[in-house]
């Protein structure tokens, strides 16, 4: 079940715009506070631009999920990545999605406009919110990549 009361922040560049239309319509529809980080049309955009919007609201608690879409996904959540705190795992299948979030806790999940067609990324992003956290033995690899943001390693 979607928590409609949670903020979501979603975002794309061009490649994904029209998929993110299509998710953040659907998202709306199902009651959630969805924020739009951009982009408003189809015009060229940098995909890290968007990623980055979304990535810091989530990171500031500002949003409790964040969705990205690029052509791939794969951009976007190298991307957002950069950003201390975020853990976003492109997931273009239901199975990647559940995963990401049971075994990761993925925060922001990162869509390909051009990998999956609007009716499977709304299943897409519906398993990934509906999905929890496991804990157990994921809590402890979850705790070593938030680690891995604390210090150096070169």
């Given at each position: 079940m979607v928590n409609?009361?949670?903020?979501?922040?979603?975002g794309s560049d061009h490649a994904g715009f029209r998929l993110k239309e299509s998710v953040r319509k659907h998202l709306a529809e199902k009651g959630c506070d969805?924020?739009?980080?951009g982009v408003h049309s189809d015009e060229p955009a940098d995909y890290p631009d968007s990623a980055q919007k979304v990535a810091v609201r989530v990171a500031a608690r500002q949003a409790g999920w964040g969705v990205l879409i690029c052509g791939t996904g794969l951009g976007m959540a190298i991307?957002?990545?950069?950003v201390p705190g975020i853990r976003a795992a492109t997931c273009n299948n239901t199975l990647l999605a559940r995963f990401?979030?049971?075994?990761?806790?993925?925060n922001v999940l990162a869509l390909g406009g051009r990998m999956v067609d609007a009716a499977e990324a709304r299943k897409i992003v519906d398993t990934w919110l509906a999905a929890e956290f496991a804990g157990g033995r994921h809590e402890r690899r979850v705790e070593k990549i938030t680690a891995?943001?604390?210090?150096s390693v070169y």
């Open positions: 409609e009361k949670l903020k979501i922040a979603i969805v924020e739009d980080c991307a957002a990545n950069k990401a979030r049971e075994h990761n806790n993925a891995l943001e604390e210090r």
